[in-house]
Nanobody, 117 residues
Framework: QVQLVESGGGLVQSGESLRLSCASSVRISSFRVVGWYRQAPGKQRDLVAAIVSGGPTNYTDSVKGRFIISKDSILNTVTLQMNNLKPEDTAVYYC???????????WGQGTQVTVSS
């Protein structure tokens, strides 16, 4: 059974950095895309960044130049490096993965990121 476990969230001040990790119970190569999403209170869950199996990445405009998504095929993790954090980045961050060979998707349980001004 596939499990995704996020870690690395916390409380930081504006301008500081955090590094989120999404650890997979199966090989990262078994997913065609892995993405980080976030959901602030009262808002919908939105895509923040994604990385495709071949390596291309994409980011929502508000985090371009500040966040970096990467994957480690040895450790089977997808990391989101978040720099120059802003209060508007405050949300629960989720990892989502779509498998290569079958439909559907998997979600992690989420990790809270809080940025104080």
């Amino acid at each position: 059974q596939v499990q995704l476990v996020e870690s690395g969230g916390g409380l930081v001040q504006s301008g500081e950095s955090l590094r989120l990790s999404c650890a997979s119970s199966v090989r990262i190569s078994s997913f065609r895309v892995v993405g980080w999403y976030r959901q602030a209170p009262g808002k919908q869950r939105d895509l923040v960044a994604a990385i495709v199996s071949g390596g291309p990445t994409n980011y929502t405009d508000s985090v371009k130049g500040r966040f970096i998504i990467s994957k480690d095929s040895i450790l089977n993790t997808v990391t989101l490096q978040m720099n120059n954090l802003k209060p508007e980045d405050t949300a629960v961050y989720y990892c989502k993965a779509k498998p290569v060979l079958r439909p559907g998707e998997y979600w992690g349980q989420g990790t809270q990121v809080t940025v104080s001004s």
